[in-house]
């Protein structure tokens, strides 16, 4: 109806996944260089999460067609229905991958399964089983599917499986009662929204395929508008867009402006999203479709040593600690003391017994400290150094430090932006006031054993900065916060997040409340 009117060829804003409009976007590109190579690696179960409408069907038809281009033989089975029993489940593949399904029990289909996958591996062919929206599959299925990934060889896996669906597939696949099929996962990646550059870009490619005049046919407030209301994904994106142009026609507006795309948002009972992106002064590189996997390959292997080296690392700082775990023993002494201590002043006589009290408390306490001092792990602290300190005022303090720098913040749901923390320096060898109006004699309380001075931070890459600062909530794991920043996670980024980080001793325990830099990767 529009296309006449604002001269376009075809409609560029339909929902379905046409790969001629295909937007290359950094996240859909990483999205589909590991799912290439993880196929061509044969690492068997991988796992693709994202929001409702933010490009995984589109991705996964790209990979079909990478496959198919290399080899027509490849072969593809695009599972889709959720309702299937478990009896049927075979002979649904067995028809996508056009084998006969005349079978009586599941055994004779697991045979005639293998002996085809082995048949295609002499012939160096790829076998795909696609599994989209497998968060509605019921864990029963899901099961069936990870028997089906066990068919393999000493060397590799025979048929390769992508798991895709919504975020929470993560959770379903983190239950104990699938535990066996987490395991088996080799490759994970989470698709994040577009943020306003891809979504100014994503728009105006589609309007440039579907023949749009050089004049702008969206006013950038109204693709500014249109990111708020759709949040970057850009399944909404297509439909806000579409009834835009419908609406404009309609009232013979020859531009969309921000007045019409929030008219077409009220309609579809759209609400802006809270977005805490700056805005950005630097135009986006234009899309291309991904390279070669060859350099992403080497990088991932790079990546699979250092993580194996880290789980030795880690194995053995947890032995270290299990050896000066003897803290389930201190309630069988404490509570037998508190016991004596109340004994000792409610009894009778007890004003002349309390000089013997002290007595007693002093040597248990002396006793307390020493063990604490055998069974505490930390390195012996180190020397302090004779100079003395320069007197640095609070504002100096302040004064000399960096400036926090613009950074790119994801969108709404993806972490707490804080504000940077000003610390006050307090001079080597100065006593806290708390600590030094006391009257107390000295031998009343003994000093703990001295703990190991903090870490200090590495500098950043050339080049790199703080891309935010995030606060760990309830619930919170360093690998959550990394998948919901970054859409992945992998030895490298580790590596970078301890280098800024010095507070974190342990990647595995991290505290509510604690703040968490982030760089640009």
């Known amino acids: 109806m529009y296309k006449d009117f604002y001269g376009l060829t075809e409609q560029p804003f339909n929902i379905t996944p046409d790969s001629k409009f295909l937007y290359w976007s950094p996240k859909h590109q990483d999205a589909f260089r590991h799912l290439v190579y993880s196929i061509q690696n044969k690492k068997g179960l991988i796992l693709l999460t994202g929001e409702v409408g933010t490009g995984k069907t589109t991705v996964l038809n790209a990979v079909v067609e990478h496959f198919k281009a290399l080899d027509p033989q490849n072969r593809v089975a695009f ?12 002979r649904y593949i067995f028809s996508e991958f056009g084998l006969e399904v005349q079978r009586q029990v599941k055994s004779e289909y697991i045979v005639t399964l293998r002996n085809f996958l082995l048949q295609n591996r002499e012939e160096r062919r790829y076998i795909l089983l696609i599994v989209d929206e497998a968060q509605n599959f019921s864990r029963s299925l899901l099961e069936e599917i990870r028997l089906i990934s066990n068919i393999e060889t000493p060397k ?8 895709a669906g919504q975020p929470q597939l993560r959770k379903i696949i983190d239950s104990p009662a699938l535990y066996q099929l987490k395991q088996r996962i080799g490759i994970s990646y989470n698709i ?40 970057g994904i850009p399944r909404v994106i297509n439909i806000l867009c579409d009834n835009a142009l ?14 019409i795309i929030a008219q077409v948002a009220e309609s579809m009972h759209l609400r802006q ?17 991904p390279e070669p996997v060859d350099s992403f390959i080497i990088h991932q292997a790079r990546g699979d040593m250092d993580r194996a080296a880290r789980r030795i690392k880690r194995g053995a700082t947890r032995r270290i600690k299990r050896k000066g775990s003897y803290w389930y023993l201190l309630p069988l002494g404490v509570i037998p003391l508190v016991l004596f201590l109340a004994w000792l002043f409610l009894s009778p006589g007890a004003a002349s017994m309390r000089d013997q009290g002290r007595q007693i408390m002093h040597s248990l306490q002396t006793a307390f400290s020493g063990w604490f001092a055998l069974t505490r792990t930390d390195p012996p602290p180190s020397t302090p150094s004779p100079i003395t300190p320069k007197e640095e005022s609070p504002q100096e303090v302040v004064q000399e430090r960096p400036l926090p720098q613009p950074v790119d913040v994801p969108p709404a749901g993806q972490g707490e932006v804080v504000d940077p923390v000003v610390e006050t320096l307090t001079p080597a060898g100065a006593i806290p006031t708390s600590a030094a109006s006391g009257d107390a004699p000295a031998d009343e309380a003994l000093p703990w054993p001295a703990s190991a001075p903090a870490r200090e931070a590495s500098p950043l890459p050339e080049g790199g900065r703080i891309k935010k600062v995030v606060t760990v909530q309830e619930g919170d794991t360093l690998t959550d916060i990394l998948l919901r920043e970054y859409g992945e996670y992998d030895a490298t980024l580790l590596d970078l997040i301890e280098r800024v980080n010095p507070q974190i001793v342990d990647i595995n325990l991290i505290t509510v409340g604690q703040q968490i830099r982030l760089p640009e990767r």
């Open 273 to 289: 999203k809270k977005v805490l992106q700056p805005a950005a002064t630097t135009e986006p590189s234009p899309p291309q479709p």
């Open 156 to 163: 590799e896996k025979l048929i390769q499986i992508i798991l």
């Open 79 to 90: 599972l889709v229905h959720s309702k299937l029993k478990e009896s049927d489940l075979f």
């Open 246 to 259: 419908l609406f404009g026609c309609a009232t013979q507006q020859a531009q969309i402006g921000p007045a």
């Open 192 to 231: 994040l929204p577009l943020n306003y550059l891809e979504t100014r870009s994503y728009i105006q490619k589609r309007l440039q395929i579907a023949g749009a005049k050089e004049e702008p046919l969206f006013l950038p407030e109204a693709m500014e508008a249109v990111y708020h209301y759709s949040g």
